[in-house]
């Protein structure tokens, strides 16, 4: 009998993605053995990749919006679970929403990107990276030291917080992160066995959605704060927003691109060659 194992990080987000996606596996491959391994000390999906390249699993489950820009030729997304809501949440008190807010307040966000953009839009706020669980921050809000949270919708439903968000952001004020809301099972290039396995979860629209975003991300070097989200239609376009902050000078630029879902990683490109001419006009 042939042995997979799914790996992940130790957070309880990841434990729950893990727990999915091999309750679905089991379900599809019954004579397979399927476990689970959290890798010890692991506090990022590149430790997590290493561990994969280590042959240490087979198949490794990761936040789409945790992935590097970039991934090595030995390692490939396989597949994408269908994708859960993409755009960002407010968690706060009283119902409100980013411009309910007034100059000062605080707001955590758990990325200097997320911040970033922020900035973009609300430079009256003070918002601050934070570090730690969902619970403790929450527990912030309620004394009034923190104005509201600012997360992808996507972690608290699968935290079991849903009942906390008060508002989704508009993408066009503040894009998600690239794959935000997805979840990415990664193996070893020449894993067949693990391939095959994975393959089975894959939902094509959502990878071709994943795939659209990260094309468009490659593009950009680490003074670029970036943000995409894809959609696709029934009849297979798909539409691509992208929008990019430059560290150097703050400006912000949006763009659009639609086209066949089959080309994504081409519209993804042609996108980041439109930003990247404005950008370099720009004051």
């Known amino acids: 009998m042939s042995r997979i194992v799914l790996g992940n990080s130790g957070s309880a987000l990841a434990l729950q993605q ?3 996606v091999l309750s679905e596996l089991v379900d599809e491959w019954p004579d397979l053995n ?4 959290t890798i010890r000390g692991a506090s990022s999906p590149q430790e997590v990749l290493n561990a994969l390249l280590a042959g240490k699993m087979s198949i490794a489950v990761v936040g789409a919006d945790d992935l590097p820009r970039t991934l090595p030729d030995e390692i490939t997304i396989v597949a994408v679970t269908k994708r859960l809501e993409p755009r960002t949440a407010v ?6 929403n980013l411009p309910d807010l007034t100059e000062g307040e605080v707001i955590g966000v758990s990325s200097h990107r997320d911040r970033t953009f922020i900035l973009a839009h609300y430079k009256h706020l003070d918002v601050q990276v934070f570090e730690g669980g969902f619970d403790e ?5 309620s004394t009034g030291e923190l104005a509201a949270l600012v997360l992808p ?3 608290l439903i699968r935290l079991g917080h849903r009942q906390h968000i008060e508002a989704l952001l508009d993408v066009d004020v503040f894009t998600p992160r690239v794959g935000q809301g997805s979840l990415a099972l990664l193996v070893r290039t020449d894993d067949d066995v693990g391939f095959d396995t994975a ?3 894959q939902h094509r629209p959502s990878f071709d959605r994943v795939q659209a975003e990260r094309s468009f991300a490659s593009a950009f070097d680490d003074d670029y704060a970036v943000g995409a989200l894809a959609t696709v239609s029934p009849d297979g376009e798909l539409s691509l927003f992208g929008a990019v902050v430059s560290s150097q000078n703050d400006v912000l630029i949006q763009a659009e691109i639609s086209g066949e879902a089959r080309e994504a990683q ?4 042609e996108l980041a060659q439109d930003v990247l001419g404005q950008l370099s006009t720009a004051p």
């Open 18 to 20: 893990t727990r999915t």
């Open 34 to 37: 399927i476990t689970q391994r």
């Open 91 to 96: 968690v706060s008190k009283g119902q409100k």
């Open 137 to 141: 921050h929450f527990n912030r809000i």
């Open 153 to 155: 919708a996507a972690t």
């Open 199 to 201: 393959y089975t979860l």
């Open 266 to 269: 081409e519209l993804g490109k």
